[in-house]
C-alpha cells in the first residue's frame, strides 16, 4: 500500500462515528437514556448532529442498541467491547511515520520508545518527507531539538503537565539574570514563526496570589520535580483573558496591490471582524488581540506600508505615527526630516 | 428537493465557502453568485452548525454576513478540521463499522461466510456478504483489514489498536500526537488519531498558527506523490487575486514538474515550488490556488532541476524567483539606526529574521544589512516592518528603492497630513 492512495475525506473520519463511538462508550458501562445521548452528541458533533443520530439510535435504523431486559426508556448497547481505542488507519500510521523524521518528534519519547514505534511502524511508508517542506520565513534562532539537555527539560515539563506537580526550575532570564523559582507547568504553547516552546507555568507570589508565567523552555537551565502535586485543574485562558485588549485595533485596508487578500491571510490568527466600506473600494478590520504582543502587530502592519492603515485606538496610532515619525526621507522628498544618500554610499 | 443534511458527498465544494466565511467575513449572501442562493443557503447553515462556537453575524441594512472568527492562539485543534470530517455514509457503512470490528477483536480471523453468520447471530443484522466483502475490501485498502488465505478461502481479521499492542508508548505517543495535529502538515489526521483514541489535546496551544491551510490539504497529497515519483504534474488553478469579488475568470491548466512545498510562517501562505519546462523557470503557485492535480509522467531532468532549485533558494527571499537562472539576483541594502543598550531586541530582529543576509555594524547604533534577492520586491514589507529606524536604503533595481520611499512618503502623508488620523477612531 503506498501512503497517497489514502483517502483524506473519507467516511472513517465522519464526526457521526465519533458520536457514535462516544455514545456506546458510555453505553457499555451502563445502559443510557435518550436525553443522555442527545447531550453526548451534543457535546461532541456539530450543531444540529444530536437531531440526526439519536433517532436513528433510538428507532434501531443504526442497530446498536436494544430496549431488552433493561429499565423503561434506557437503552443498552448491543457491541461486546468498548469500542476505543480503535485501530489506526494506514493513513494514520503513514502521518505517525512522517512525524519521525521531525527533529521535534524526539522529544516525546525515550529512545526505547522510540525504537518500539520503529517496529511498530516498520512495513509503513512515511505520508511525506520533512525535506519536501521549507519554512522559508522561520526565525532562525529556533528552540534546539537536537539538545540531549533540552530533549530531557521537555520530558519533565511534559510529565509534569500529565500528573500536575510543582518543578524547581532554574531559569536564565532575559536580562540574563538566573533565576531559580518553582512553577506548577500547565500548557506548552508552540510558536510557527519563531520554532520555540514555550512553557505556561503557574507561581505563588510571597501572598500566596496566583499568577501565570511564561518561560521560554529553552532558557531553562536546570529542573526538577519537587514531590509536591497541585490537585486541581488550572485554567490556564482564564489568566490570559487578562491580558486582551480593551479597544481592539481598527486598521484600513485598501485593494491596491492585492491587500486586502494579503491582509485578511496575515491576520487570519486573529479574531477578527472585517466590514466593507461605502465606497466599496476600502474595508474596515477590527482586530482583537493579546496586548502581550502589541509590539508584534505593530512590525506586522508597519510591514504592508500604506495599503493598511491604522484608525486606532489611539494608544497604537501613537505608536505608529511615533514610528512613521521618526522615519527619515531621502533629500528632496517632502518630510520632516531626511539624508542625504551621498554621505552614505 | 432534496432535503438538508449536515454531512456532505464531496469536499471540493465546500472549501471555497470555508474559506470565504473564515478570510474575508464581510460577504453576503449577493457575494456568492456563483452558485443559488439555496445552495448558499445550505452551505450557510453547515458552517453555523460545523462551527458553531466561532460564527458570528453581521447585519448591515438589509444584508447580513456570518462569519467565522477566532484566536487560532487558544484553539486546543483547529476547528476547521471540522470540515474534513463531514463526509456521507450510509447505514450499512456505520453499522459494519462498528460490528466488524466488534467482532473480530477476539483476534480470531473468520471467513465472509462465518462473519456474515456470526453478524446475524450476536448483533441480528442481516447483511449479504457482497455487502460484508466490499465493506472489508475497503478497509484493507485503508489498512485497517488484515487478509490472509487459508485453504482455498480469505480470512479476514481487524488490526490491534496501539494502544493495546504497545502500551509502552503511551501517554508519550498521545502528547505527540496533541502536538503535532497543530503543528505538522496534515494535522488533520493527528485529529482523528485523537478521535480514534478518544483523546483530547489539554497540552498544546498554537502562536501565529495558520489554521485555513488545512483546506489546501486534498490537493497537497497527489503533489507529494509527485514529488515522491519524481513525475510532472498538470495543476488546474484559479488566480487568488481580488478574490473578495466574484470572478469569472476561468481556471489555468499548467505542466510542472513539483520540487518543494514552500510555506510562510508569517503570511498565512503556502506554495508549490516547481520547474516550468515551457518557459524554462521555477514558478511558484499558491496551494490555495490550486483546485486540481493531475500526475503526468516521470521527468527525466527532475534531480537536475532540484540540484538547480538548492542553488536558487538563496537567493530568493520568499516566494519569487524573479528571472533566476537566466539574470543575476538583485542586492538590497539598509541601514538601520536603534539604540544598541535599549533596543537590542532590534539587532535581535535583524540577525534571525535576516535570512542569511549579512550585518555589518558601521558605527555604534547604526548597522548595514545586504541581502542578494531573486526579486527585492519581497524584500519590502520586512524592510518597512523597521519603519522610523532605517536610515538608508538602497537596491540595484531602482524601482525598489522607488517604491520603498514612495511608501514611506505615502506613510507620512497619511499619518501626518492635515487632520488627525485619530478623528477615524469610532467611540
Redesign the interface.
Known sequence: MKSHDFSLFSELYTCYYQVVARILSEAARHPLTRRQMENLARQHGYDESALSIVPRLIQGDWPFFSQDGHPPDTYASVLKNDPFPQPLTGLQKSWLKALAADARFRLFFTDSQLKELEEALWDTPPLYRTTDFSLFDQYGDHDPFSSAMYREHMLVILNAICERHFLSVGYLSRKKKILTHTWLPCRLEYGQRDGKFRLYAMAFGKTGRKRMDVLNVARILSIQKTGRYYPALVDVDHFLDRSLCEKPLVLEVTTKRNALERAMLHFACYQKKVERQEDGKTYRCTIYYDKRWETELLVQVLSFGPVVKVLGPKPFLDRIRERVGNQALPMGRKGDSYYDKSDLF | MSEY???IK??DKIRSYVRDF?????KTRDDFCEKSGRTYDNQRRRM???F?GYI?T?Q?GHKKSV?L??????MAVNPLY?A??????T?N???L???L??LL?DGRPRSIETIADELQK????LFDTQTIRRKLAFYE????AIRKKEGKQYLYG?????????P??F???W???S??Q?????G???S??L????QKND??????????HTLE??VL??I??A??QKCQIRITAKS?????VPSSRPARFLDATPL??????????RYLCAWQERTRCFSTFRLDSIQNVELLLPDALYDTHMASLQRA?PY?W??SFGSLPKTGPETVTM?VCFDEKEEDFIL?RL?????GGSLNRLKPGVYQYTRLCADATEF???A?????????F?CSNPAVEQRF?D??????????ATGD??E???P
Open positions: 443534511k449536515e454531512l464531496q469536499f473564515y478570510i474575508y467575513g464581510f453555523e452548525s460545523w458553531s458570528r453581521e448591515n462569519f472568527t477566532l484566536d487560532s492562539g487558544r471540522q474534513w470530517k463531514s463526509k456521507a455514509f447505514g457503512d456505520i453499522s463499522r462498528f460490528f470490528p466488534d477483536s450476536q448483533y441480528h443484522c485498502k485503508e489498512g485497517l481487524i488490526t490491534a489498536p496501539l494502544p493495546q499492542a504497545h509502552g508508548l501517554p508519550a505517543l502528547l505527540a500526537v502536538f503535532f497543530g503543528a505538522a502538515p496534515f488533520f489526521i493527528g482523528t488519531i478521535d480514534f483514541w478518544n497540552f498544546f496551544r498554537f502562536r501565529s498558527d495558520y489554521l485555513i490539504d486534498e497529497l497527489p507529494l506523490r514529488m515522491e487568488t487575486k481580488n478574490t473578495a518543494k512545498i514552500l510555506t510562510s510562517t508569517q503570511t498565512g501562505r533558494l530568493v520568499g516566494v541601514e535581535n540577525q534571525r529574521e535576516g535570512r519590502l514589507p520586512w518597512k516592518s523597521f519603519t522610523g529606524r532605517i536610515r538608508a538602497y520611499w511608501d514611506m512618503q505615502k506613510m507620512k502623508e497619511y499619518y501626518f488620523a485619530a477615524h477612531e469610532k
